[in-house]
């Protein structure tokens, strides 16, 4: 018994400095040196400034700016914690929060997007994503809020919606995946295009 | 659909393609006869004696001293972040009650997580702790699988089942880091951070701060995707960009989930020399798999009631992927998630891509039953292959009792003592479970930690002690930690997980010391189509039968609710 204690203590040294150590270091000086981007966080920066991560959703309010899905995280959209909502298929409170959130959206888009019924509303706007920070939302919700953002922004719409296009993330090989139009992405190209 | 479809039919195709030759390179890693130069090293380095032939006790007792010595280590350096290096959030001691539920859940291959790794573990935590042991603990499983199959495979003499220390170094050198280096550099290409830097605050376009934790995440998602662990880096786990940000990781890190458990059978076929009876167990698993995504993926895509009669468009078009996208992530959509759901409860991996506590009743249910069969389809890295052996010697028990035969299995005769074990192994943790469960759904203690009213609030229970018994580490993640939670916990996490595997140990060595007797016209074949469906209704009848009337209190109620 005493031997093989001896042997798991030389085990768990020798594995600790080899897998918990060599390997990661390893593995960040090859991503340091060869994809600091990725390795890094995929920031993005604006006049030498980080705004923010492409993997990242943040907080848009402005009516200026399309608008990210809804977060379950404290605060919402928190890279620094994130987390499911765990809502149940039958808890009453993800009937309420659909029910809030598909309001809010009918009473934002509604002025631009004349005969807007709750219908047309994509379910990703009224749903928490999985990580609260989900950088993307459907096609179907961008298009539903080019028009306000073409509006406020005095944009003609088919720019609007051709910068939806330009930020679109297609299906990986084509095949893989889902669509989906990254929103700081494509409000840093709204802002590109200025008309505050 | 299609395109879902179309999406989980190629990658069962470049499963099947990728996990045949990857088990004939595994069976050789087992039966090689010489060591290489860092083998012989490492083991003189452990000691004398320490690469010697060992019989089952001697194989069991490593591997529960080696597990005992690295709890006790590890438990250690989670308490003591605080004060150690690689801590640049200044991230202070991990809670005693979740350290010790946390070291358990890590040594125990399970990676059941009652706290959120970006916001509790330091650098050190996660790379020198928790993801040292998604290769340990995936590689004492592989050893146990390798030990298990050669008493299987013993054609007369000896009851030596080889020696752990070799097999792990085996498991971990030429198995899982290289597996994991490939896929962590793909992982880094696509976005997932690999960094020692902290956390940075960016200016948000709005002026507001926004702060990013980052790290060593790659390192750690590649194994824990690899060996069937799980934990992840972030608190939502694979549905965090930062784990799996694009389509292309996220095929490949599903992918990652089931390489191995099948390539396990392949190995197994090639090490006792009956690659068509392994073909038959492939099937099975497969069918199992297949079974699962089918009820999961469309049930997702009809959506909940809640979606559906709050009149939103939850429909499948060109311009949104649709249905219950509660807690999923737009990049992945409904097949993709419902597939991983489906995948990462077949075996013991638990890692997930969405939130499992929102999904439909039926969907939420598929994981659930993956899980409480003992997750044999076809078993984790870390559970191993022995839990399916368990149902084999069963199924095969059976057909004797219906012919009026000694049973057989693979040259060798099955008797009372192996019977035992394998009703031991298949039956102690879904009893286990069914206690645990009661228990926390009838102390105040218990309930505490349900977050969804109703009959949600019931299957949440019965998933967190299901999951951590079978060392699986998935949640309906709203069941959140106490004192009672968390240390009752533990005991289904070490229990759940070395119980079984002396069992399965036990029957390598009862199966080791046994002669061969030559195969006659009367001996039940176990290479057939028979064979396989009499495996299924086996599973089915055991384990299936007995979360049934459990399934009745949760995902049925909420399913007529639904």
């Avoid at chain 2, 709890?71 to 150690?84: A, D, T, Y």
């Avoid at chain 2, 690999?194 to 060593?216: D, E, K, N, S």
């Avoid at chain 2, 790659?218 to 965090?240: E, P, R």
């Avoid at chain 2, 199966?511 to 001996?523: I, M």
Wanted: aromatic share 10%; glycine share 10%; charged share 10%.
């Amino acid at each position: 018994m005493l031997r093989a204690l001896l042997a798991s203590v030389i085990g768990i040294v020798a594995f600790t400095v080899v897998l918990g150590f060599g390997y990661p270091a390893l593995m960040t000086g090859f991503a340091q040196v060869a994809l600091p981007h990725q390795a890094n966080g995929s920031l993005v920066e604006r006049g030498n400034k980080v705004v923010g991560s492409s993997l990242a959703a943040q907080d848009f309010s402005f009516p200026g700016y399309f608008h990210e899905r809804p977060s379950a995280t404290s605060p919402a959209y928190n890279p620094a914690f994130t987390t499911f909502s765990n809502l149940g298929p039958t808890n009453p409170a993800l009937a309420q929060l659909v029910h809030a959130n598909a309001k809010a959206v009918l009473k934002l888009e509604g002025p631009y997007n004349p005969g807007l019924t709750i219908h047309d509303i994509p379910v990703d706007a009224v749903v928490p994503s999985g990580s609260g920070i989900d950088p993307e939302i459907s096609i179907a919700y961008a298009n539903l809020q080019a028009h306000r953002v073409a509006a406020v922004r005095h944009l003609p719409l088919a720019t609007v919606q051709s910068l939806i296009k330009e930020n679109t993330a297609g299906r990986s090989l084509d095949f893989l995946g889902e669509q989906g139009v990254n929103v700081l992405e494509l409000n840093l190209a709204i802002d590109q295009q200025g008309g505050k | 659909m299609g395109q879902g479809i179309a999406q989980i039919l190629v990658y069962a195709a470049v499963l099947i393609a990728l996990s045949y030759p990857l088990g004939i390179w595994m069976a050789r890693v087992y039966t090689r006869e010489q060591s290489d130069v860092i083998e012989r090293g490492f083991l003189r380095l452990l000691g004398r004696d320490a690469a010697a032939d060992q019989n089952w006790k001697q194989y069991g007792r490593s591997v529960i001293v080696f597990s005992i010595a690295f709890s006790v280590f590890l438990f250690g350096l989670l308490r003591l972040q605080g004060h150690l290096f690689l801590n640049p959030d200044h991230l202070p001691a991990v809670p005693w009650t979740v350290a010790l539920n946390t070291t358990a859940s890590f040594v125990t291959n399970t990676n059941w997580q009652y706290y959120a790794g970006e916001a509790t573990m330091s650098y050190l935590s996660q790379m020198a702790g928790l993801a040292v042991q998604q290769f340990v603990s995936a590689g004492v499983g592989l050893a146990v699988v390798a030990a298990v199959i050669r008493g299987i495979a013993r054609r007369g003499g000896g009851v030596g089942l080889g020696n752990f220390w070799r097999d792990l170094y085996r498991s971990i050198v030429y198995i899982l880091l290289p597996l994991s280096v490939v896929l962590a550099v793909v992982l880094i290409w696509q976005g997932v951070p690999q960094t020692f830097h902290g956390h940075v605050t960016a200016t948000t376009l709005q002026g507001a701060h926004q702060t990013i934790a980052r790290g060593p995440v790659a390192s750690m998602i590649s194994i824990k995707q690899l060996g069937t662990n799980g934990g992840g880096y972030y608190d939502s786990n694979s549905a965090v960009p930062f784990e799996n940000p694009t389509p292309v990781s996220n095929f490949l890190e599903v992918l990652a989930i089931l390489l191995i458990p099948f390539a396990q059978l392949v190995m197994f076929g090639r090490m006792v020399l009956a690659r068509r009876h392994a073909w038959v167990l492939y099937a099975v698993c497969f069918t199992i798999f297949a079974i699962g995504v089918s009820i999961a993926f469309p049930a997702e895509q009809h959506g909940s009631a809640v979606l559906r009669n709050s009149g939103v468009n939850i429909t499948n078009s060109a311009s949104q992927s649709g249905g219950n996208m509660t807690d999923k992530e737009v990049r992945f959509g409904i097949a993709n998630t419902a597939l991983w759901a489906t995948a990462t409860t077949d075996v013991s991996n638990g890692s997930v891509s969405g939130g499992h506590d929102a999904f439909t009743p039926a969907g939420g249910a598929v994981p659930l039953v993956d899980m409480f069969l003992g997750e044999v389809e076809p078993g984790g890295v870390g559970s191993g292959l022995y839990g399916l052996i368990f149902y084999i010697l069963i199924a095969v028990f059976v057909a004797g009792l219906m012919v009026g035969r000694t049973p057989e299995w693979l040259g060798k005769k099955i008797e009372a003592r192996e019977m035992k074990l394998a009703a031991v192994g298949a039956l102690f943790v879904p009893t286990m479970v069914l206690v645990m469960t009661a228990v926390a759904i009838a102390t105040p203690a218990g309930l505490a930690s349900i977050f969804n009213p109703g009959a949600h609030g019931f299957s949440e229970t019965l998933y967190a002690y299901t999951s951590q018994s079978n060392n699986n580490g998935s949640a309906f993640a709203g069941y959140a930690a106490t004192t009672f939670s968390t240390t009752f916990g533990t005991v289904a996490l070490y229990f759940g997980r070395f119980f079984p595997l002396l069992a399965g140990l036990a029957i390598g060595g009862s199966l080791a010391a046994k002669k061969v007797v030559p195969a006659s016209a009367g001996t039940f074949r176990t290479d057939g189509a028979t064979f396989g469906i009499l495996l299924l209704g086996v599973i089915a009848l055991t384990a299936g039968l007995m979360i049934l009337p459990a399934l009745t209190l949760g995902p049925i109620v909420e399913g007529l609710m639904n």
